[in-house]
């Protein structure tokens, strides 16, 4: 276990009197430089919201299960240190064709338009499916988690 994210963890556990012994532990991205950037934007406020394939959740492909309303989860930077502390409190699956001008811009991203979101989460769902054998398509579901900021170093 990261022993960054336990401390955090005791931390907020204990100055907001949290009972709940559960937490995940994760980075977004698939780089260090990207767990930095989409940290920044949690840590700006900018950043609410986060997509996932639910195929591979449901293969078994991921190290987390599928956030559910209330989960709390430890946010790691690139060099794997704990920073923040966000709560689950939305919960959609949809196909990446629903995904819509509200949760593109809830992610915070680039310039926060539908456009952008296609522009960087096609080739990044491609690119974590082709390592696993499988293909995208514009079908296939998506587990959108919105979330909150609820504690940070």
């Not at 994210?5 to 532990?25: G, M, N, R, S």
């Not at 992610?107 to 522009?119: A, I, K, N, V």
């Amino acid at each position: 276990m990261n022993q960054s994210a336990i401390d955090l963890w005791t931390q907020f556990k204990h100055q907001h009197k949290i009972t709940q012994p559960d937490y995940e532990v994760w980075a977004f991205g698939n780089s260090p430089e990207m767990a930095d950037e989409l940290l920044a934007h949690v840590l700006r406020g900018e950043k609410t919201g986060t997509s996932s394939l639910h195929l591979l959740y449901e293969l078994g492909l991921e190290d987390e299960k599928i956030p559910e309303v209330g989960n709390y989860s430890v946010l790691l930077d690139g060099k794997n240190q704990a920073q923040a502390i966000i709560c689950t409190r939305v919960v959609e699956i949809l196909s990446y064709s629903r995904i819509s001008e509200v949760h593109s811009y809830l992610e915070g991203e680039g310039d926060r338009t539908l456009q952008y979101w296609r522009s960087v989460h096609h080739p990044f769902f491609e690119q974590a499916l082709k390592a696993h054998g499988l293909t995208f398509s514009e079908d296939l579901l998506i587990v959108y988690e919105l979330f909150e900021l609820v504690f940070q170093k």
